[in-house]
């Protein structure tokens, strides 16, 4: 449930309510994420809307990731990502979970999640940032991230305990607030804030490099950042700027996978300039680009032809991908797998902001987000 952070667990055969769990008592928190069913067990990370408070009001919030008895809805465990601010401001605020999905590894009985953004952090932690901010050249990029912090991370928890079994730290100190978009604003914390959030949870495959199967979990971060880690330690294995980041992405919401390649949104959503793989086009559009999954290599990339922002997650399915355009016309387009050709597009009508299902020989789209859109369409075969 959006908010306040409550699951709500219903019989499937006839929608009879049967148990509620609150995941937080902090008034902003949310849920925005889909959990993940299995074994019994429901998985699922909190969110909050507190980053758009007043500033003097800022911060206390902590993300967490749970696992609730589906039957009962009792909370097995709960696992915070950052250390106990006991309810007082100026401490560790943020990194919520709030994008896609987490994934299961059955055979590693581990989870794989990702996170956001700080809201807030420990005075000592601003003063080494702004320390950093004024040396010529930094002696080390990460000096301010403490052990404990685990914001803009790929983490893998044990599944019985939620234990954290390893953790990743990508793209270092960010401590983003909304009202100090406005650089007049007091009291902001110093930079750099670039909202850099995993906006969905780490895919997970494997691939073959030289003669060996390596075992990879897959992210794409709103900086526009892709991250290829090993599922055993979390070590980096490769990373690859697959387009632009920007406040509401670079990727965002969800990246998919046919095992051979990796493909992802790119949302431009700062228009910034965002040069094509090939043509060296440059386009101020959205557009998706596909990973080789070995090296991180950028194997394509198409522009939207819509010109439009490219917000909604990628399907794949039969060697076609599948994405909606948030534009007016509501564009969703049929791109070729192996080489980022558009195979077929149409327009529903409305902005496209969501995600594209496929069942069956069918392919379902809705449209319409804070805009005039109400239609679902299936396409099928």
Known sequence: MYGPAVVLGFRRESGKFVWMT???????????????????????GTSSLEELASIDKCCTFRGSFAKLDAKTGKILWQ?????DNQGKQGEYSGAAIWGSSPSIDVSRNLVYIATGNLYSAPERVEACQERENNQTIPTHPEECIEPENHENSILALEL???????????????????????LSTPNCPPGPNPDADFGEAPMLLSVVVKGCRRDVAVAVQKSGIAWGLDRDTGDVLWSTEAGPG???????????????????????SDAKNFTLKSSNITTKAGGWVAIDPRSGEILWTTTNPSNGVSF???????????????????NIYAI???????????????????????????????????????SLFAFCV
């Open 160 to 182: 019985e305990t939620g234990n954290i079994k390893w953790y990743q730290q990508l793209g270092g100190y960010d401590v983003w607030f909304a009202k100090c978009m406005n």
């Open 312 to 330: 909604g997650p990628v399907t794949i399915a039969n060697g076609v991908v599948f994405a909606g355009s948030y534009d007016k016309q509501g």
């Open 79 to 83: 696992t915070y990502m950052l250390p």
């Open 246 to 268: 920007g406040m509401k992405g670079g990727g965002i919401w969800g990246a998919a996978t046919d095992g051979k390649r990796v493909y992802t949104n790119i949302a431009n």
């Open 336 to 374: 070729d797998a192996e080489n980022g050709a558009v195979l077929w597009s149409y327009e529903t009508g409305s902005e496209v902001y969501g995600g594209v299902s496929v069942g069956d020989g069918c392919v379902y789209v809705a449209n319409g987000y804070w805009t005039a859109g109400k």
């Open 22 to 44: 609150r995941l937080e008592v902090h008034p902003d928190s949310v849920i925005t994420m889909s959990g993940t069913y299995y074994n019994g067990a429901y998985y699922v």
